[in-house]
């Protein structure tokens, strides 16, 4: 049965509101939390650029048996494809030991044939690369993308000690706590589930199952350890008719493993950006004092006394209720149009904050605020000249609890 899934690429903007674009295809993918203000940052404005090291087996180098070779560089061709349409290629250098792949940057560290750990049975794992060749001491890269596990467990049949599936946890997580021992303390390992096996190899799904919750369970601990950590969902995004064989996906698959990571990417990047600017101490602006004049003695007129108005205070805001303009539109390729949201507020003169828009999901729509005030958001939102035909995505605006939502069509 086909896996359905929703990708939700979401930031939350000062605690007030968020905009949000959803493809309209399932169940919700992990990591959705953050703060920026959209309106202050812009790809314009980050100089900041990443090292990213893309870490794992041959769903990481991109291999697609029915492609001849690793020309199309699995889910790194879709993600860097989309860093360099939105503006962030300049953000991202990618590094590892390999290029291959199509795209800005094909350097990456997946490895055919690699597991989790090294044996003499078994040469090729992500623990001898980050122990013996040193591929993290060489490369220190910032951001980690780790996703591994899949030939442990399509392996049990080899018998090899090293790969035995009772052992497959404590050997994650003994990779975990080395990586973190190379990683400086600022550097974030985002730790990705495995896709489930096709074929010959489902009678496994079960210990894919598994070793996915142990992986969430592990981040969790490791988080609570205070270590810069996050699980993703791969295994949510992949369906099951999107294999190329057993352990493979085919390009649909690694497309939307790219639109997941694009989104996993752009919002830590803005976490990051957004925190630095938090963290910069404003420079006071110069006082000025008029020169000393001599005073002018005169003798006071009596004045009636002045009473003060009332304080009116309003520290919440709560938003009551936040409705779209239209349920649904349809837009013409590379064409946009304006969707305006009302929203109520306990104090209706309390102007909304600021607001972010994300552009990265299946249709390529992008959603832009172009005004902002106490009762209205007028949003513009635009289809990319390459979304296919009936394209579905939807734009949603939330206010605190409340949202909002447009289906978003293209012609």
């Known amino acids: 049965m086909k896996n359905q899934f929703k990708k939700a690429i979401s930031l939350t903007i000062a605690g007030a509101l968020t905009l949000s674009v959803f493809s309209a295809i399932g169940n919700v993918a992990t990591f959705t939390k953050t703060t920026a203000k959209a309106n202050e940052i812009v790809s314009e404005d980050i100089q900041t650029i990443y090292k990213v090291m893309p870490l794992g087996d041959s769903i990481t180098a991109g291999w697609c048996p029915s492609e001849t070779e690793l020309a199309y560089g699995g889910y790194r061709t879709y993600l860097t494809k989309a860093l360099e349409e939105n503006g962030y290629s300049k953000n991202f250098d990618f590094v590892g030991k390999w290029q291959t792949g199509k795209g800005y940057d094909t350097d990456n560290n997946g490895t055919n044939g690699a597991c989790i750990a090294y044996d003499q049975a078994w040469a090729n794992s992500i623990l001898t690369d980050v122990v013996d060749e040193k591929i993290l001491d060489t490369y220190t890269p910032d951001i980690v993308l780790l996703q591994i596990g899949t030939n442990d467990i399509n392996s049990q049949s080899n018998r090899i000690d090293a790969l035995k599936i009772d052992t497959i946890n404590d050997r994650l997580e003994n990779l975990i706590d080395v990586i973190f021992s190379k990683l400086n303390e600022n550097s974030m390992l985002f730790l990705a589930s495995i896709p489930n096996m096709q074929g010959e190899s489902s009678k496994y799904n079960e210990d894919v199952k598994n070793y996915n919750e142990f992986i969430r369970e592990v981040v969790d601990n490791k988080i609570e350890e205070g270590k810069r950590i996050t699980f993703v969902d791969v295994n949510a995004v992949v369906a099951d008719d999107q294999f190329d064989d057993a352990l493979h996906p085919n390009q649909s698959g690694y497309e939307s493993m790219g639109e997941l990571w694009y989104g996993i990417l752009t919002d830590y990047m803005m976490q990051e950006e957004q925190k630095k600017r938090e963290e910069t101490p404003q420079t006071p602006a110069p006082t000025y004092e008029p020169a000393t004049t001599p005073a002018i003695t005169s003798t006071p007129t009596p004045q009636p006394a002045k ?105």
């Not at 349920?327 to 946009?336: L, M």
């Not at 102007?351 to 729509?365: I, P, R």
């Open 307 to 411: 009473t003060a108005a009332p304080v009116v205070t309003n520290p919440t805001n709560k938003c009551q209720s936040v409705t779209a303009s239209k349920k649904k539109v349809t837009i013409k390729k590379n064409k946009s149009k304006k969707i305006t949201f009302k929203i109520t507020n306990t104090n209706a003169s309390e102007k909304t904050t600021d607001v972010l828009s994300v552009s990265s999901n299946k249709a390529f729509v992008t959603a832009k605020i172009l005004k902002s005030e106490a009762t209205t958001v007028t949003v513009k939102v635009k289809v990319s000249k390459k979304a296919k035909k009936k394209a579905k995505a939807n734009v949603t605006l939330k206010v605190g609890e409340k949202s909002a939502t447009t289906k978003v069509i293209c012609a």
